[in-house]
C-alpha cells in the first residue's frame, strides 16, 4: 500500500522465487523488488535470473542481514540496489527511485558494516607529523614568523623553533619554500 501510494504501480505479488520468475516473464516490470530470503529460489538468483532475461530492468534487493557478504552477493548478481527490511518503507521507495534513475544503492544500514571493515583495513596515513607540527606547517606556509606562530598557538618561540626543527628534520626539508610546497602539497593550505 504503501508503494501505491508512493506513485508505484504494482503488477504482481510472487510469494516465493520461482513464482517471481514466472511473473515477471509475464509482466516485464520496470523494477522488481525482491527478499532475498525468497523459498524455492533466493532473490540474489532471481535477481541474476531477470538480468540474464532482460538487463534494463532495475532489481531492488530486500534483506534481514545487515553485512557486508549481502552487500557483495548484491553487487555479483547485479542489483540495482540493497536495502535492509530494519529500514522502513521509506528507504525502500528512495532505493526504488535510484534504481529507477540507473544509480547504484546501497542503505545506510547496509554500509555501516562495510565502511567498517574499509577503516580496519586502511593502511595508517604516512603523514610523519603531529598535529602541532602540522598546525605550525600551515602557519609557516601562510608567511608567520616564529613569534607569530607562539602568539597564535600560545607557545613559547623556542618551543615554536623546537617543533619547526623537528617536522623539517622528519620531512628532510630544510628551507621556507620547500615547506609551503608540501603543504600545497599535503592539502594545508591552498595554492
Same mark, same amino acid.
Given at each position: 500500500?504503501a508503494l501505491e501510494?508512493?506513485?508505484f504501480?504494482?503488477v504482481a505479488v510472487?510469494s516465493?522465487?520461482?513464482e517471481?520468475l ?6 516485464? /516490470?520496470?523494477?522488481?523488488?525482491? +527478499? ?7 532473490g540474489f538468483?532471481?535477481?541474476?535470473e531477470?538480468h +540474464?532475461i532482460e /538487463? ?5 534487493l ?5 553485512d ?9 548478481c547485479?542489483?540495482?540496489?540493497i536495502?535492509?527490511?530494519s ?6 521507495i528512495v532505493?526504488?527511485?535510484?534504481a529507477?534513475?540507473g +544509480?547504484?544503492y546501497?542503505? =545506510? ?13 586502511m593502511?595508517?596515513? $604516512?603523514d610523519p607529523?603531529?598535529?602541532r607540527e602540522? =598546525?605550525?606547517?600551515q602557519?609557516?606556509a601562510?608567511?608567520l614568523?616564529?613569534?607569530?606562530i ?5 607557545l $613559547?618561540v623556542?618551543t615554536?623553533?623546537?617543533?619547526? $626543527?623537528?617536522m623539517?628534520?622528519?620531512l628532510r626539508?630544510h628551507n621556507?619554500a $620547500? ?6 602539497r599535503?592539502?594545508?593550505i591552498?595554492?
Amino acid at each position: 500500500m504503501a508503494l501505491e501510494a508512493s506513485g508505484f504501480n504494482i503488477v504482481a505479488v510472487a510469494s516465493n522465487g520461482l513464482e517471481a520468475l514466472a511473473l515477471f516473464r509475464v509482466h516485464h /516490470p520496470q523494477v522488481v523488488v525482491l +527478499d532475498v530470503g525468497l523459498p524455492g529460489m533466493n532473490g540474489f538468483n532471481v535477481c541474476e535470473e531477470i538480468h +540474464d532475461i532482460e /538487463p534494463r530492468c532495475a532489481v531492488v534487493l530486500l534483506t534481514g542481514r545487515n553485512d557486508e557478504a549481502a552487500v557483495v552477493e548484491a553487487l555479483r548478481c547485479r542489483a540495482n540496489a540493497i536495502v535492509s527490511k530494519s529500514e522502513g518503507v521509506a528507504q525502500l521507495i528512495v532505493a526504488i527511485q535510484h534504481a529507477l534513475h540507473g +544509480d547504484p544503492y546501497v542503505s =545506510q544500514a547496509m554500509m555501516g558494516p562495510i565502511l567498517s571493515n574499509y577503516r580496519a583495513l586502511m593502511p595508517e596515513p $604516512s603523514d610523519p607529523l603531529t598535529l602541532r607540527e602540522r =598546525q605550525i606547517l600551515q602557519l609557516v606556509a601562510e608567511g608567520l614568523s616564529s613569534k607569530e606562530i607562539g602568539e597564535q598557538l600560545h607557545l $613559547s618561540v623556542k618551543t615554536v623553533e623546537t617543533h619547526r $626543527s623537528r617536522m623539517m628534520d622528519k620531512l628532510r626539508i630544510h628551507n621556507v619554500a $620547500s615547506l609551503v610546497r608540501y603543504a600545497i602539497r599535503h592539502g594545508l593550505i591552498s595554492a
